[in-house]
């Protein structure tokens, strides 16, 4: 008998009458690992050690809920943009990162004589340049502000009906992400698909 058979058998022999992990039938998922590595976690974040079908754990319908959004996303408007997966935002991180408030406080000082008068513009600019590492020229004609001609600027259009179904996955949840920008641009304008 080769040495990694007789782990299981021991392993099985060991846990006795209780259901042990290695005899289940496993989810897809965990043959590829994707929400191990994407989410930095092992698998009983979500699932119960002894039932892997077993959603008490919060994390458990939290987790298929992010599944449903990311398959919406990806089929409604990323659809031919490449799409996005759980890495994009987790990098390996059970919470995916936020907008460094130093980053785009810095943007709007710079900016505050532009958009006086105008602060909620202000905030919204800044926190768009932070979130992409970009100037306002990466989506405006410079001295023609509202010229809606560059692509990047409509793709802004496309990307805010993003916030506006994300909460459609979540309806009467205990839990709801709080998305932004950051969380998958992460000062980048090109977003990471999956891990390099």
Known sequence: MKPLHVLVVLAVAWCGPTVSPLAQVQPEHA???QYNRSLGVDCDHCHSRDDFADATKPAFDFAAR????????NDGPLRGLGGISCWTCHRGQPIPA??????WEAIAAAHSADFAGRDDLGLTMSVYAASLGVDCSHCHVAGDWPARAKAAHQ???TM???FDLIP???ENATRMPRTQCY???QGRI??????S
């Not at 992010?66 to 996303?73: Q, V």
């Not at 936020?98 to 980053?103: I, Y």
């Open 183 to 185: 969380m998958c641009h």
């Open 66 to 73: 992010m599944e449903r959004m990311l398959r919406g996303l």
């Open 98 to 103: 936020r907008l460094p408030r130093a980053s």
């Open 155 to 157: 793709m802004v259009t």
């Open 168 to 170: 459609g996955y979540f």
């Open 31 to 33: 043959v590829s690992r």
């Open 190 to 195: 090109r977003v990471e698909r999956a891990p």
């Open 160 to 162: 805010s009906t993003i």
